[in-house]
Each structure stands twice: as structure tokens, then as C-alpha cells.
């Protein structure tokens, strides 16, 4: 088919032990998953609807990437999370089967222009400058849920400069990743491509120039990223 430009280049992620990529659809994410983190965000972790918003697709970076700091902002917070990356999908999806979606697991981080962020929150505005900006969405190499299963527990993890900032659980998490592809499968047809970030731990802050990221996730693997 004639286009009148060549198709912009698609969004890729390493898959660990192949030299296949993951082609990524879309970006679906959870706000405040975890109940301290809600809490240092100045809001009630009572289990309640859960939040979500998007990024672009093309805002993915992959691991070892240094990034420019972002326009717009003098207030870029890191919050590594959990990212599902699936493998199909559907529409209304049990939670009892959403787990036969995941294709696997990575960690990435969710880069916020939290001042931006706060603003749209006091102005009743939607967040979508604040959290879907070019190459906000770091991610790390897929694990294959064939090879590290579907962890509910373990140490989630970010150091920046090498000094610990986060730490967590993933048994923290309010709604589980099964809840959250439920859930989310009834306001969007999810499909095979998607990734779905899934909350952060509490310790969540700023970044500046010069500085280096370096996350963990137990069991599922490691995110890097520097910022220029």
C-alpha cells in the first residue's frame, strides 16, 4: 500500500535469551498502586477503582539508553514498576484467564514531569503531557513467562547514583497484574503488543542531569538508564 511518507520505524523490546524483539502496540499504566506510595503522594491507599492512563508507544527506550532531560519540566521524577507485555488479548477478560495473556515480564520506568503533573491535578486537567512526553517510558528486556512464570512476590528496586531511592515488594501492589488486565479489558480491547506498567513503590523523586538510574526487579530482571 502507497503511503505519503514511510511508516514511522516500530517500537521494539529485547526478549532475554533470543534475538526476537517484542513489537509494542501501546503503553497502559496504573496510578498508585502501592499503599505507601499513594501515601507519600498525599492520597488515601484505600483498595478503590483503579486509575489508568497512557503513553505513546514510541516513548519506549530500551535498557542502557541515556536520555536528554525533558522540555517542559524542572521537576522529572523516576518510578520503576513492574511492565507486563502481552502476548494477546480480548476484551473483558476473567481475572481467572488474564494471566494467560502475559507473553512476560520487565522492568521499566514510568518518567513523570511531576510538576506538570501536580498542576493538571489542581486544575482538574488530564495528565497526559505530564507522563506521555518522548522516551518516557525506559524498559528493560522481556522476560519470557515461560521461563520466570508470573511473580506475585519479590524485591522491586531503584538506586539512583548507586545510592537506594526505592524498595518495595511486588506482593504490595493493591491489584494484581490478573486484576489489572481484567479491569483494564473492559474499557479497551487489549491485544498482543501491549504493555501494561503496573504501579511503583513508595521513595518515588527527582532527577537532574548527569545522573544514572538503576533498577531491579527480583526474578524478571534490570532496567539502566542515564539522563544527560
Same mark, same amino acid.
Given at each position: 500500500?502507497?503511503?505519503v511518507f514511510p511508516p514511522p520505524p516500530q517500537p521494539l523490546v529485547a526478549v ?16 498508585? =498502586? ?29 535498557? #542502557? ?23 494477546? /488479548? ?17 522492568? /521499566? ?42 511473580? =506475585? ?17 511486588? #506482593? ?5 497484574v490478573a486484576e489489572i488486565i481484567a479491569r483494564l479489558s473492559q474499557f479497551v ?13 513508595? #521513595? ?10 538503576? /533498577? ?7 532496567? =539502566?538508564?542515564?539522563?544527560?
Amino acid at each position: 500500500m502507497k503511503t505519503v511518507f514511510p511508516p514511522p520505524p516500530q517500537p521494539l523490546v529485547a526478549v532475554a535469551g533470543t534475538g526476537a524483539r517484542f513489537p509494542v502496540r501501546r503503553i497502559f499504566c496504573i496510578g498508585q =498502586n502501592y499503599a505507601a506510595h499513594a501515601r507519600e503522594m498525599g492520597t488515601d491507599p484505600t483498595r478503590s477503582e483503579p486509575c489508568f492512563f497512557t503513553k505513546p508507544g514510541d516513548a519506549v527506550v530500551p535498557d #542502557g539508553s541515556t536520555l536528554p532531560y525533558p522540555s517542559a519540566t524542572s521537576n522529572l521524577h523516576y518510578e520503576i514498576e513492574l511492565v507486563a507485555a502481552l502476548g494477546s /488479548g480480548g476484551a473483558n477478560i476473567p481475572v481467572s484467564s488474564a494471566l494467560d495473556h502475559v507473553f512476560g515480564y520487565a522492568a /521499566g520506568i514510568d518518567l513523570t514531569r511531576r510538576d506538570l503533573q501536580a498542576a493538571a491535578k489542581k486544575a482538574g486537567q488530564p495528565w497526559d503531557m505530564a507522563k506521555g512526553f518522548d522516551r518516557s517510558a525506559p524498559v528493560g528486556i522481556i522476560a519470557p513467562a515461560s521461563e520466570v512464570g508470573h511473580p =506475585n512476590r519479590g524485591a522491586i528496586r531503584l538506586a539512583l547514583n548507586d545510592t537506594p531511592c526505592q524498595r518495595g515488594d511486588l #506482593g504490595d501492589m493493591i491489584w494484581s497484574v490478573a486484576e489489572i488486565i481484567a479491569r483494564l479489558s473492559q474499557f479497551v480491547e487489549l491485544r498482543a503488543g501491549d504493555l501494561i506498567f503496573t504501579g511503583t513503590p513508595e #521513595g518515588v523523586g527527582p532527577v537532574k542531569p548527569g545522573d544514572r538510574l538503576a /533498577g531491579v526487579i527480583d526474578g524478571v530482571g534490570t532496567i =539502566n538508564i542515564g539522563i544527560a
